[in-house]
């Protein structure tokens, strides 16, 4: 792994600190912390002493305490018919808090009179400390059924706030709780008071702009922030790793005794190689109390060569990576284009567009354009998608739209023009990439989407004359008939979005060169003429559980970077790799872990190897593959570089990697030295003996410069051939003559010539768990006969859709495989579940996946028997109940089978028919199914 990058542990120097502490409180995120743990809750009376509220009818102050306006006990509150015209609620915090402003819910606003009319706020330490820092005043307020009053603060801090409403006259109907009392507050004030009742430290680190992202040669500094419940002293240590797991750096650093407040701890890391970095930092507390804890932290941070260029240098550069703005900043492209990445894909519909009193707001829009445009020196490729309800066919498609209108249906041609061409016209002269759509074969007919291409394309045009316009397709049938019906009229380019079917698999198991050649193709061959290609998504999730947890960031790491070299060796025009941040809300879902940026805006390492990749290439030309041997791959790209007198020489960039293994190959380059740089930008330079390189290859790629002419003579012909390529499996099924009242027994000769279908698992027995599966079809249905082998059948204790628990078998069936989108189920895709055995004693058979759960397959007919070792079935599927009015003859469905056991005394065991565990959640991976 090119360990021998390192120049050894560099020193790591400490900014001294001394003398009193810094109460650094930057920008954070406002959060309630009026009902956060910890918090006491009491009223004052008239003389300002704490009281228990008996005169309010809530004695023991649950009003203020339960969380809740709306319940019983609120019916009772302060202000239900009372005489009290004040009341003053108290909020003791277990610690200093900073809050920003005050919120006031006034509920049930059916009246022009609301619940106070007037609230004085104070802050202090203490009941004798307390000062007033604002007041709110109740001129005039219109009836409303909700209304928020919001009161800002400035600066103030301190661990009690006292609110005193006053009223003018007593209301019949008002009540206020904690629900209504909302003090906003930055986060870290939250974890102050979680700290300070546990006894505990807490450090935290400031992120440096942009994303930690610093120049190379230069220090990385970091502001670490210390935070102790009582005072006493710290000791911190930090530990730098650089992306192979190696320490590169490390520092302690121990601080005098200081004041319970948070601290500032400087510390600069010197003489970091390029690359990504995770920062491992530990707080060592000691109180004066004799108390003891300690906090931990990890973060990352990036070393790159960093670039200040215009959009139209980038482009004259050779610059061809960006990437996919979801879930981004400007501060995280800010870091992509300091690295070099300039492209950028971005949304440019319906979604940045509203209206305010029946007039275009075009806000959200505007602000995209400067912060990425102007502001930033971006290259855009702008996704035209969807339209608003003015542009919406009522005569084709009925008065009140259906969910997801906006996708899935073709828009009025006038209406909509006009709202394209006033997009366009807000996009700066010096943008002129355009794509249409986004996935239009997830929802619209080939014929429909052509029709919303060529318009798309004319109204473009229209405004923007130089403008490269194409649509963005992909799977091959699809687009093949979006041809036919014109979709390119007019076209400049294709956008793909080329993700391996899975989203696991590597750029090389799943084809994406051939891939790529096949579009162009198929672009001579129904066009006479080819297209420029551009990729504005593609990409590998890092979540941290479920399915996809298995995909690490150094896989993600290593597949963005090599799908990025077979591109660019394919000619694609820009690479946009999705994409560029991620929420990380759900930890099991794939589509909040895509991102190069993290939720908290650091780097991932993937960010640094695209940067570095980029910077190796780019401007380059692809000379073609170098035959190294089997599973190797091996790309040689020619750049110019210039010299300091203007004459310029080829330099020739071999990258080497291979996929999922180690391999050993040797190189005789005919030269005496060559610059070996890893996946990260660290360089070493390589003296050659007796014309001899020897390398131990990974699947992370690496970059050989400072070859001759010589080596361009190993140059072949051809997309390189790899073992470990996934191809989608392919059936063919006959027709079948079946009664109308099924008998598997007496069925069984009809079955006995139909092609067999094994469903297995290599590490399962297949006497204790197997079967043979076989599909046909008649004008009305599509059968599937099961012969079972079980060594304990029948264990199903489960009905419903939890029958899956149990003995049972499941079909992936797609009625149209050529549209499947990776990774997901649609509206095409069905997944049958099936059992004999159910706890309610009969056969169960219905949809079981989230789309089609619950619909009627009343038509769907079952014969089940049970053998001594296992069990035989056939089951008739409606074509109806799968979109399919009459089925013909060539017609292409998709088909899986999936096989559940369970046994007594061992867990479930599920084995399927192309050996996955995806199927339940993934179309794209499905055999297709040919009738005849």
């Known amino acids: 792994m090119m360990k021998a990058f390192l120049k050894g542990v560099s020193a790591l120097s400490c900014a001294a600190f001394l003398g009193a502490c810094s109460c650094s409180l930057q920008a954070q995120t406002l959060v309630n912390i009026a009902n956060a743990p910890g918090v006491k809750y009491s009223y004052l009376d008239e003389k300002g002493n704490r009281t228990d509220g008996s005169v309010y009818k809530d004695k023991d102050c649950k009003l203020l305490s339960d969380g809740s306006s709306e319940n019983s006990s609120a019916i009772a509150s302060a202000y239900r018919a009372q005489k009290a015209k004040t009341v003053s609620v108290l909020f003791e915090f277990p610690a200093r808090i900073h809050p920003a402003s005050l919120e006031f819910e006034w509920m049930w606003g059916h009246n022009p009179k609301q619940w106070f009319d007037r609230a004085v706020i104070s802050i202090g330490d203490n009941l004798n400390s307390l000062k007033t820092v604002a007041s709110y005043n109740h001129i005039d307020r219109v009836k409303s059924n909700s209304v928020t009053i919001k009161v800002p603060l400035e600066k103030v801090e301190g661990s009690m706030v006292l609110v005193t409403f006053s009223q003018d006259a007593a209301a019949d109907v008002y009540q206020f709780g904690i629900g209504d009392i909302r003090i906003m507050a930055p986060e870290g004030d939250l974890q102050a008071m979680k700290l300070a009742s546990e006894k505990r430290p807490h450090l935290r680190v400031d992120r440096e702009y942009p994303c930690n992202i610093f120049e190379l040669g230069k220090d990385a500094k970091l502001r670490f922030h210390a935070l102790a419940p009582l005072k006493g002293t710290f000791v911190l240590k930090a530990n730098v790793y650089n992306y192979y797991g190696d320490l590169s750096d490390t520092a302690e650093i121990s601080l005098p005794a200081i004041a319970a407040s948070e601290t500032e701890i400087p510390l600069s890391f010197k003489a970091l190689e390029p690359g990504y970095y995770s920062v491992e930092a530990v707080l060592e507390w000691r109180g004066e109390d004799g108390g003891k804890a300690e906090d931990r932290l990890n973060t990352s941070i990036g070393m790159a060569k960093t670039f200040k260029r215009s959009a139209a240098e980038a482009l004259e550069e050779g610059c061809r990576f960006g990437i996919q703005t979801n879930f981004g900043s400007p501060e995280s492209f800010e870091a992509c284009t300091v690295l070099g990445l300039q492209w950028f894909r971005a949304l440019l519909c319906y979604g940045l567009f509203a209206e305010k009193n029946g007039q275009e707001d075009w806000t959200r829009l505007d602000t995209l354009i400067s912060e990425y445009c102007v502001k930033r020196p971006g290259i855009g490729l702008f996704e035209i998608k969807t339209f608003p309800l003015s542009c919406y066919d009522s005569e084709r498609y009925g008065k009140e739209p259906v969910k997801s209108w906006v996708t899935n249906t073709v828009p009025l041609k006038e209406p909509y023009q006009k709202f394209i061409r006033e997009q366009i016209k807000r996009v700066p002269a010096n943008q002129k990439y355009f794509e249409v759509w986004n996935e239009p074969w997830d929802g619209l007919k080939p014929e429909d989407f052509a029709k919303i291409s060529v318009w798309t394309t004319e109204a473009i045009k229209q405004v923007r004359p130089n403008a490269v316009v194409g649509p963005n397709l992909g799977p091959g049938a699809y687009t093949s008939k979006a041809i036919d019906a014109g979709a390119f009229a007019g076209a400049d380019m294709m956008t793909v979005h080329p993700y391996s079917d899975d989203f696991r698999s590597s750029p090389e198991a799943a084809g994406l060169r051939e891939r790529i050649r096949g579009l162009h193709q198929l672009f001579k061959e129904k066009l006479g003429r080819d297209l420029p290609l551009y990729v504005t998504e593609i990409g590998w999730p890092t979540p941290p559980e479920g399915p996809f947890s298995g995909n690490s960031e150094k896989l993600q790491a290593r597949y963005i970077v090599r799908s990025s070299l077979a591109l660019y060796a394919e000619d694609v025009k820009a690479v946009m790799p999705y994409c560029l941040g991620q929420s990380e809300k759900d930890k099991n879902e794939k589509e909040h872990f895509f991102g190069f940026v993290r939720n908290d805006m650091t780097p991932k390492p993937v960010l ?293 056991d369970l046994d007594q005394k061992e867990a479930r065991v599920q084995m399927s028919s192309n050996g996955r565990h995806d199927n339940a959640f993934n179309a794209a991976v499905w055999s297709v199914l040919i009738l005849e």
């Open 608 to 900: 640094l190897a695209y940067a570095n990749m980029a910077r190796m290439i780019d401007g380059s030309e692809f000379a073609g593959d170098v035959n190294l041997g089997k599973d190797v791959g091996a790309m040689l790209f020619k750049k110019k570089k210039k010299s300091f007198f203007g004459s310029s020489t080829i330099e020739r960039i071999l990258v080497l990697y291979t996929d999922n293994a180690e391999k050993s190959v040797l190189l005789r380059p005919g030269v005496s030295q060559l610059t070996v740089t890893d996946i990260m930008g660290r360089e070493k330079t390589v003296d050659l003996k007796e014309n001899r390189l020897s390398l131990r290859l990974s699947d992370d790629p690496i970059y050989i410069s400072g070859f001759d002419g010589e080596i361009d003579k190993l140059i072949v012909s051809g997309v390189p051939q790899w073992s470990n390529v996934y191809k989608r499996g392919e059936r063919k099924i006959s027709g079948i003559k079946l009664p109308e009242k099924l008998n598997v027994e007496s069925d069984l000769a009809v079955w006995k010539s139909a092609s067999e279908i094994k469903v297995s698992a290599k590490e399962i027995k297949e006497n204790d768990a197997s079967a043979i599966v076989k599909a046909a079809w008649d004008e009305k249905y599509l059968y599937f006969f099961m012969d079972v082998t079980d060594d304990q059948p029948g264990i199903n204790g489960h009905s419903g859709y939890d029958l899956w628990r149990g003995d049972a078998i499941e079909f992936f069936i797609s009625s149209n495989p050529d549209v499947a989108v990776p990774g997901f189920l649609k509206q095409n895709d069905y997944q049958l579940l099936f059992s004999p055995f159910s706890s309610k004693g009969s056969p169960e058979a219905f949809f079981s996946d989230a789309i089609h759960r619950g619909q009627d397959i009343s038509g769907i007919k079952y014969s089940v028997k049970q053998k001594d070792k296992g069990w035989i079935a056939e089951i008739a599927v409606p074509f109806k109940s799968l979109g399919i009015e009459k089925p013909s003859k060539s017609m292409r469905l998709g088909m899986e089978a999936a096989l559940d």
